[in-house]
């Protein structure tokens, strides 16, 4: 393929100390060299930022980036920079000294980006003046936020398109990680006045162990869990405000550096909880959803939701803040009865119209097939995005950690009580039929006397529930009234109840997890293909990058990646010219950062 400039390989290689790219960046950037309008839909973590960044320092003239969070544009102004790149930002933290060397660094025509909030962007003054300092292309970031369908949708976006205009720019260009069929046709209607190429990206993370299991006895499973992250970066993500805390709490009793993180803490507690998890290694937050947008931290090794997440999109995004250099990462979901039952009253106590309603209880039924599922997961996964895939070998169905069984008899025990009831009840009341439980409400609707009555009754009530959940997964059932969460057969639950079709059935509890071992970042464990005296230099490696960055008040993977550390640990290079051949090592790294670390390698630990 590549048509792209050489000058373009020498880039990737001196300034971000890359040796290729990754998996459709190319085609991005040279369509985005062609000068037309993009749209590209890539996951996150698959390396957006350079499809804009990299252009950028190929031609001249000025882009603009806009970008919804601050924290966001402040991390990648901030890594550019270190690369030697030259960027700034405008929005409302800057202080005026920092706005006064954006603008003579534009007037001086050496700012090559310029991340710039969307609020900040709608200013008539401040586009007549960047009209003037003349901007090539306008990047911007996080697409999906113009659209009303996705979750984060926000009215400034909705200015941008009036701004570009105003500035007589010739190129947008546009990116997401989230984007179904109706996002992607709002995108490209609102933010481009002309139909943009469309890339639409792999949404597979195969560096993504995906594991599911049903909530049985949280604490433990979670501590099961991180036996084997030790020392790493990870998040945990609560249900509530109150869970984050006593999460936290919990996990620092049991020895685990954590903190905590949610909207309802005062604003500097905040910042300094989010600054450690960033900042030094091997740190667990655990947090709400409020947590995680904008966090750019390519070594985050887990991912655990404590709670159901609300969306399969949802819990795509959080899911994708682990392992984002690529390197092996670990998520856990745990999902309980409870957490559906609220999820489903949320949606119905939500003040939205008829429509959305239901096209939200759609989209939980999704995540609830996924939790669900008895055929691998990431199947499962990339088929909500429209991809097909083979069976990936590394979810815990196909690890076999799950153990299934032929679950047809109890399936049509439980979709028999559900037709003689009469096809409108919700999981506790067609459980209380399948055991025999003589209730009020079975007892009033004279349920005690059909023939499904107790058929049950030698299973405890969490196994028939999982049944229930489980044919719901499967589409045997079907929701018969949103807001009761009442239940149908579909036409292949019929077709089970008649014997015409056998079904599988997953074993509760399930065995404990065996967690994959997930090498990166421990103290005492060896990253992968390191030996035991690598492992030793490795650490020391380590050491020296915390000191520098503490020294700098950067994250530490501002420094150097855990990659990088790998890669110097293995090759143990002798001289800095021998240094600039490893990973993520440019040009200017490598002057600021190749001294301290030579030594640390020479000196052989
Ligand atoms: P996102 O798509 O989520 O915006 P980023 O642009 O932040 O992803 O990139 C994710 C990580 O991948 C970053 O740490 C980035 O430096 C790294 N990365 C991007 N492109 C490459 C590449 N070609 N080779 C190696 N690492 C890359
Ligand atoms: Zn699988």
Redesign the pocket.
Known sequence: MSALPSQAYAL?KTVFG?D???PG?EEVIESVLDGGPVLAV?P???????CYQLPALLDDGLTIVVSPLIALMRDQVQQLISLGVGAGSLNSSNTPHETDAVWSALKAGTLRLLFISPERLAMDGLQGALARAGVKRVAIDEAHCVSEWGHDFRPEYRQIRTAVEAMGVGQVIAFT?TADRNTRRDIAERLFDRSPTVFVHSFDRPNLDLRFAPKDQPRKQIEAFLKSHREQSGIIYCASRDRTEKMAEWLQQSGIESVAYHAGMDAGQRARNQDRFLQEDGIVVAATIAFGMGI?K?DVRFVVHADMPGSVEAYYQEIGRAG??GLPAATLTLFGVEDMALRRRQIAEKQISEDRRRIEHARFGRLAMLCEAASCRRQVLLSYFDEQAPACGRCDICRGEVSLYDGTVDAQKALSAVYRTGQRFGASYLTDVLMGIESDSVVRNGHQTIKTFGVGADRPRNEWTGIIRQLFAADALETASEEHGGFKLSAKGEAILLGQESIQLRKDPPKAPKPARSKVGKGQDAPEGLDEDDTKLFNALRRKRLELAREEGVAAYVVF?DRTLIELARERPLSLREMAGIYGIGTAKLERYGEAFLEVVLSGE
Request: proline residues 5%; glycine residues 10%; charged residues 20%.
């Open positions: 990737l890359y290729s790219f990754r960046q890539m996150t973590g698959s390396g957006k930022s350079i990680a750019n390519p984002r250099d990646a």
